[in-house]
């Protein structure tokens, strides 16, 4: 089993950067695609980036692409997410979720980031 925690969060102004964490527990991290998902109050939750399982791939929803970038550090267990150039519309709880197969097997908590205009 796999526990996720995110940490990084927090308020920012539109135009300012934060970088969120995800560390996992276990020796199985090297096994998960790792994701980023976030949900803002109101709406659905929505994919945000997908990393490989060695990280030499990745892909990003539109709405981040070339502002967010997704890596992770398979030594530390940790999967990251930098964020550029935030938006009002950025704010949301952010999680981060693995997945061996189609179906994402678990879920951090979340963080919560605030991005003010």
């Known amino acids: 089993q796999v526990q996720l925690v995110e940490s990084g969060g927090g308020l920012v102004q539109a135009g300012g950067s934060l970088r969120l964490s995800c560390a996992a527990s276990?020796?199985?991290?090297?096994?998960?695609?790792m994701g980023w998902f976030r949900q803002a109050p109101g709406k659905e939750r929505e994919f945000v980036a997908i990393?490989?399982?060695?990280?030499?791939?990745?892909a990003y929803a539109d709405s981040v692409k070339g502002r967010f970038t997704i890596s992770r550090d398979n030594a530390k267990n940790t999967l990251y997410l930098q964020m550029n150039s935030l938006k009002p519309e950025d704010t949301a709880v952010y999680y981060c979720?693995?997945?061996?197969?189609?179906?994402?097997?678990?879920w951090g908590q979340g963080t919560q980031v605030t991005v003010s205009s």
């Open positions: 990393i490989s399982r060695s990280g030499g791939s990745t």
């Open positions: 979720a693995g997945r061996r197969d189609q179906e994402y097997d678990y």
């Open positions: 276990g020796r199985s991290f090297t096994t998960y695609a």
